[in-house]
Structures are given as C-alpha cells and as structure tokens.
C-alpha cells in the first residue's frame, strides 16, 4: 500500500466556494463540479477545474439546467458531455 499524503495547491480563478451534496467527475485533466448546497441554497452552477493549469472556470449553463443536489454525475464520451440523474429538486426527490 502507497502512503497518502496531502498538499496545498496554488490555483487560478474563482471556484465555487464552500459547498456541499455537490458531485464532481472527471474528463481528462478536467473535473467538473455541479450543483450542490451552499447553506440552504440549492445550487444550478456548473465549474471546471483543470488539473493541467489548476485554475477554475465558472462555465455558462446549458439551457434547462436546474439547480440539484445529492444527484449522480458522470462524463459521458470524449466530447465533454455529461450525464446527471437523480438527487433533490427544490426538495423533493427527483429521477
């Protein structure tokens, strides 16, 4: 077993700050962050954080995009898609 360690990382931009219930996934030296808590706010954001230059971008949303939390996320292909499902809508359990 390889030892673990943690470290701080320098970054560019602003991310999303303190949240929570929010899910990340990974497409190549990109990890998307989308929706979540902040407080008692549901969250319909959507960032990037590239591995490759450590810096956070707050990306446009597509249309219909809701706020959510406690959902699942996952990269879809090599195109940058993505899929969501599941979690809370404005409180209420959504498919």
């Known amino acids: 077993m390889h030892p673990v360690s943690w470290e701080c990382v320098s970054f ?3 991310g999303p700050g303190k ?3 929010h899910t990340a ?3 190549g030296a990109d990890v998307l962050f989308y929706g979540g808590l902040q ?3 549901s969250l319909d954001t959507i960032y990037c954080f590239t591995l490759d230059s450590a810096k956070w971008t707050k990306l446009q ?3 219909g995009i809701i706020a959510r939390d406690d959902h699942a996320l996952c990269s879809a292909g090599e ?3 993505f899929f969501t ?3 809370f809508v404005n409180g ?3 498919n």
């Open 79 to 81: 195109d940058g898609s």
């Open 85 to 87: 499902f599941g979690g």
């Open 61 to 63: 949303q597509p249309a």
């Open 19 to 21: 949240i929570s219930h």
């Open 39 to 41: 407080g008692e706010d």
């Open 12 to 14: 560019k931009g602003t």
């Open 25 to 27: 996934s990974v497409s």
């Open 92 to 94: 209420s359990r959504s």
